[in-house]
């Protein structure tokens, strides 16, 4: 099996999880966790544009690239820990808020659409962009961030939104931008 240009770079992303966390655990420098950071960021933008200039964005490529955004991620912040043990010291409720509301939303889409959402929002790529600055600039000093905080509550307002529209939509589709574009879909299909 051959795999396209944007399920190479998923692929990539996927590998750099575990790396990051096994360099964190044997005490690789930050400037280094900090590029594999930068790197798994960078094939996280290029996918998506390589794979509609391809012609080539399927729900499965989509949801491929949300769930391995959501390991690399997660992989990411358990570096983190490992590496700046004190990181979350002053950020324990935004990141508990944020895994109980990714798991909620993620409860409710599979009971709804058999499935989960895979909606590439305007502020999930802001979202993105935040935490990779935040994680990087923690790497590479080595201290907790009051950005990480806000990286994190940013997380929990994306995901709020990430769940208000799948409650507004009657069905599943890739590719939302925002809420209001869900409500205008959800208006247009019942109209």
Same mark, same amino acid.
């Given at each position: ?72 991620? =997660?992989?990411?912040?358990? *570096? &983190?820990?490992? +590496? ?6 002053? !950020?324990? #409720?935004? $990141?508990? @808020? ?30 993105? =962009?935040?935490?990779?600055? *935040? &994680?990087?600039? +923690? ?6 961030? !009051?950005? #990480?905080? $806000?990286? @994190? ?39």
């Amino acid at each position: 099996m051959v795999l396209s240009p944007p399920e190479l770079l998923i692929a990539f992303r996927a590998g750099c999880a575990p790396l990051i966390f096994v360099l964190a655990c044997f005490g690789f420098p930050g400037p280094l966790l900090a590029a594999v950071l930068g790197a798994a960021f960078l094939s996280d933008v290029f996918d998506g544009v390589i794979a509609r200039r391809l012609g080539i964005a399927t729900a499965g490529i989509r949801r491929a690239d949300t769930l391995v955004d959501t390991f690399f991620y =997660v992989a990411a912040g358990a *570096a &983190l820990k490992v +590496a700046v043990p004190a990181a979350f010291d002053n !950020a324990e #409720l935004p $990141l508990m @808020l944020l895994m109980i509301v990714h798991v909620s939303r993620g409860t409710f889409e599979l009971s709804k659409y058999g499935r989960l959402s895979s909606y590439h929002m305007w502020s999930s790529k802001m979202l993105g =962009v935040l935490l990779v600055v *935040a &994680l990087a600039q +923690a790497f590479m000093t080595g201290e907790p961030s !009051a950005l #990480l905080s $806000l990286a @994190l509550w940013f997380g929990v307002a994306n995901e709020i939104e990430g769940f208000a529209i799948s409650t507004v939509l009657p069905s599943w589709r890739p590719d939302v931008p925002s809420i209001l574009h869900a409500r205008h879909d959800a208006a247009r299909r019942t109209a």
